[in-house]
């Protein structure tokens, strides 16, 4: 008869604590169900501003608890937007009167396809968005969450996207751009970003091109800023007016990751990048910041 193996009261009482701090971390990492709200900003939106989303109340649907999400832009009473609901790594997503839809899953590997319609370019043909590779970024309150980051799609004249969801919080461009993804025209400047999100009253994250999570106007993009070749396969050059007053230049990939900061704008090199979109802020030394986009073939 083998030896019968004592543990400790102590003993069992610690891994009993350990246990339940990584089910509390897992369990934080899932989407939320009350009390979040996300910030996205829109350019080209009329009205210029900042839409809030948020997640208030519960309602019973397929028989099932769902929560309810709203959409609120300033000076206007919010509107309802639908309800989500969250099983495990799985967010799904319905309307009024509207079929039930994966709006995300945070249990994606590398190849997968995101769970977004295939989208139609200029040319007439679909494209899908495959995981392309999975990062991570360290959030506000110190944890660390996945960060799914998709291909770049194109129609090789100005639309582009590429699309990051980061585990738990959505899309960077907004928690409910997967229903309705499409290119955007970066020629004209067209964008939909997540500025921040926030969760019981904490700001968790920050897009480092926003200062606020509220804007009226995005006032931190220069006009005179000029980068080319862009798209580029390697190297871009940033013309800048006043380069002398440059304190620093910071590139950050779309989820704020920072890649590298520089005081030179001449022949940068990013040839060592991952194809995608970055995010360039300039900031000269009387503490103006602006911001520029580059793509990376």
């Keep these: 008869m083998k030896p019968r193996k004592i543990f400790h009261p102590l003993f069992l009482l610690a891994l009993l604590v350990v246990a339940g701090g990584f089910s509390a971390k897992a369990q934080t990492s899932q989407f939320p169900t009350e009390n979040a709200y996300w910030h996205q900003y829109s350019f080209l939106?009329?009205?210029?501003?900042?839409?809030?989303?948020?997640?208030?109340?519960?309602?019973?649907?397929?028989?099932?608890?769902?929560?309810?999400?709203?959409?609120?832009?300033?000076?206007?009473?919010?509107?309802y937007c639908g309800a989500v609901k969250v099983s495990g790594d799985t967010v799904e997503f319905t309307s009024t009167n509207d079929e039930r839809k994966i709006l995300y899953d945070f249990d994606l590997s590398?190849?997968?396809?995101?769970?977004?319609?295939?989208?139609?370019?200029?040319?007439?043909?679909?494209?899908?968005?495959?995981?392309?590779?999975?990062?991570?970024?360290?959030?506000?309150?110190?944890?660390?969450?996945?960060?799914?980051?998709?291909?770049?799609?194109?129609?090789?004249?100005?639309?582009?996207?590429?699309?990051?969801?980061?585990?738990?919080?959505?899309?960077?461009?907004g928690p409910l751009f997967p229903l309705n993804?499409?290119?955007?025209?970066?020629?004209?400047?067209?964008?939909?970003?997540?500025?921040?999100?926030?969760a019981n009253g904490e700001v968790l994250y920050q897009n480092p091109r926003f200062w606020s999570c509220l804007l009226e106007i995005d006032d931190?993009?220069?006009?005179?800023?000029?980068?080319?070749?862009?798209?580029?396969?390697?190297?871009?050059?940033?013309?800048?007016?006043?380069?002398?007053?440059?304190?620093?230049?910071?590139?950050?990939?779309?989820?704020?990751k920072q890649l590298v900061r520089f005081v030179e704008s001449e022949s940068i090199d990013i040839s060592a990048f991952q194809a995608g979109m970055y995010i360039g802020v300039v900031t000269y030394k009387d503490g103006r910041k602006y911001s520029f986009k580059v793509i990376k073939k």
């Design 220 to 256: 931190k993009t220069e006009q005179n800023l000029c980068t080319f070749p862009n798209p580029t396969s390697g190297k871009f050059i940033l013309q800048i007016p006043s380069p002398e007053k440059i304190a620093q230049i910071e590139l950050s990939d779309i989820s704020g």
């Design 110 to 173: 590398v190849g997968d396809t995101f769970p977004i319609r295939p989208l139609s370019n200029t040319y007439g043909f679909d494209s899908v968005l495959v995981v392309e590779r999975i990062d991570s970024i360290l959030l506000f309150n110190g944890e660390y969450r996945k960060v799914f980051i998709s291909n770049t799609l194109t129609n090789g004249i100005f639309e582009v996207l590429q699309e990051q969801w980061i585990e738990g919080i959505g899309s960077m461009h």
């Design 45 to 79: 939106n009329v009205q210029g501003d900042t839409t809030e989303y948020f997640l208030q109340g519960d309602t019973l649907l397929f028989a099932e608890q769902w929560t309810k999400m709203y959409a609120k832009h300033p000076l206007q009473n919010a509107i």
């Design 181 to 198: 993804a499409r290119l955007l025209t970066e020629e004209l400047g067209e964008e939909s970003t997540l500025t921040c999100f926030l």
